[in-house]
C-alpha cells in the first residue's frame, strides 16, 4: 500500500523550530520529485518547498526562503523540512507530496510544484503562537 504519512507538527512559540518528516512506503522515493505544501485555514494551498526527482534541485517559496530547509534521506526513504525562525504566519496543516517516478515538477524552480501529485499525505498541523 502506497502511503505518505507525515510527523513532527506540533505548537511552537514564535521564533521556534520544528522538524517535520515524511516517511514514505510502497514505493521508494529515489526518482521521485517530493516536497511540502501547507494550507492554512480560510486560505489556498502554498507550495511551501520541494526536491527535484534528481535531487539536484531544492526549491523554496519566497516566504520561506532562508528559514526552512528540505532534505531526503532515500536509505530512510524519508523527506524532512527544517523549520526555524517560525512566524505565526507559518501556522498550517502542511502536506507532504510526491510525483514520479522521474517528475518534473520541481526542475524549474516552484512554478509547477503542485501539478500533477501523485501521492499526497494526510497532513500535519503546525500552530505557532505569537
Known amino acids: 500500500q502506497v502511503q505518505l504519512v507525515e510527523s513532527g507538527g506540533g505548537l511552537v512559540q514564535a521564533g521556534g523550530s520544528l522538524r517535520l518528516s515524511c516517511a514514505a512506503s510502497?514505493?521508494?522515493?529515489?526518482?521521485?520529485?517530493i516536497g511540502w505544501f501547507r494550507q492554512a485555514p480560510g486560505k489556498e494551498r502554498e507550495g511551501v518547498s520541494c526536491?527535484?526527482?534528481?535531487?539536484?534541485?531544492?526549491n523554496y517559496a519566497d516566504s520561506v526562503k532562508g528559514r526552512f530547509t528540505i532534505a531526503r534521506d532515500n536509505a530512510k526513504n524519508t523527506v524532512y523540512l527544517q523549520m526555524n525562525s517560525l512566524k505565526p504566519e507559518d501556522t498550517a496543516v502542511y502536506y507532504c507530496?510526491?510525483?514520479?517516478?522521474?517528475?518534473?515538477?520541481?526542475?524549474?524552480?516552484?512554478?509547477?510544484w503542485g501539478d500533477g501529485m501523485d501521492y499526497w499525505g494526510k497532513g500535519t498541523l503546525v500552530t505557532v503562537s505569537s
Open positions: 507530496a510526491a510525483e514520479g517516478p522521474y517528475g518534473s515538477s520541481c526542475d524549474d524552480g516552484m512554478h509547477y
Open positions: 510502497g514505493f521508494t522515493l529515489d526518482y521521485y520529485a
Open positions: 526536491i527535484s526527482s534528481s535531487g539536484g534541485s531544492t
